[in-house]
C-alpha cells in the first residue's frame, strides 16, 4: 500500500482503511465462533472427566460392599437390587450421598441398574452353576455445554470372593 505525505507526515489512505475494516469486519467473527465452540467442547470434557470420576466411585462403593463380610452387605445384598439401593439411611444410595451430593449441585445424577445372575461372558447359560456374576451399571447424565444433557454408562461385572 502506498503511503501519501501530508505536510510532511506518512499516513494510510482513506480507501485503505476502509478495506482493512472490511477485511477485520469478514475475518474476526469466524474466529469468535471457533473460540466458543472450543470453550464449549473443553466444557464438555471437563464434564466427561467428572461423570466417570462419579461412576467410578459408585462403582468402587458397590464392589467394596460385595466384598465386605458385614452379614447385610456381600454379593447376596445384590439380589434385592431395590432392598440394597433404596433403604433409608443404610441403603448403598444414602451411605453415598455424602460423596456424590456434591454432583448434584452441578447438574449430575447417576442411577444403579443390577442384574440378575449371568455367567462370565455376560450372558445367562443353560448351567445355573456358571452363573455367578451380575452386570453393575452406573449411569451419569451431565449437563453439555452443547444442548441436551449427555449419558455415560460405565458397568462392572462382579461375584462373590
Known amino acids: 500500500m502506498s503511503r501519501y505525505m501530508v505536510n510532511g507526515r506518512r ?6 482503511v476502509v478495506i482493512a475494516v472490511i477485511v477485520l469486519a469478514i475475518a474476526v467473527p469466524p474466529v469468535l465462533g471457533l473460540l466458543d465452540n472450543s470453550a464449549a467442547n473443553r466444557a464438555d470434557a471437563v464434564n466427561t472427566t467428572r461423570a ?28 434385592d437390587a431395590n432392598v440394597y439401593l433404596n433403604t433409608p ?29 449371568v ?14 456374576f ?3 451399571t452406573v449411569r451419569v ?4 455445554a452443547v444442548g441436551a444433557d449427555m449419558s455415560l454408562p460405565v458397568s462392572l461385572m462382579v461375584t462373590e470372593l
Open 11 to 16: 499516513g494510510f489512505s482513506l480507501i485503505e
Open 52 to 79: 466417570t470420576i462419579l461412576a467410578s466411585a459408585v462403582l468402587e462403593g458397590i464392589f467394596a460392599d460385595v466384598a465386605s463380610t458385614d452379614e447385610n452387605l456381600g454379593m447376596a445384598a445384590l439380589n
Open 89 to 117: 439411611t443404610t441403603g448403598f444410595i444414602s451411605r453415598m450421598s455424602i460423596a456424590t451430593s456434591i454432583y448434584g449441585k452441578y447438574g449430575f445424577s447417576y442411577t444403579v441398574e443390577i442384574s440378575g445372575l
Open 119 to 132: 455367567s462370565a461372558d455376560g450372558t445367562v447359560s443353560a448351567q445355573a452353576d456358571e452363573n455367578v
Open 134 to 136: 451380575r452386570v453393575v
Open 141 to 144: 447424565v451431565y449437563p453439555s
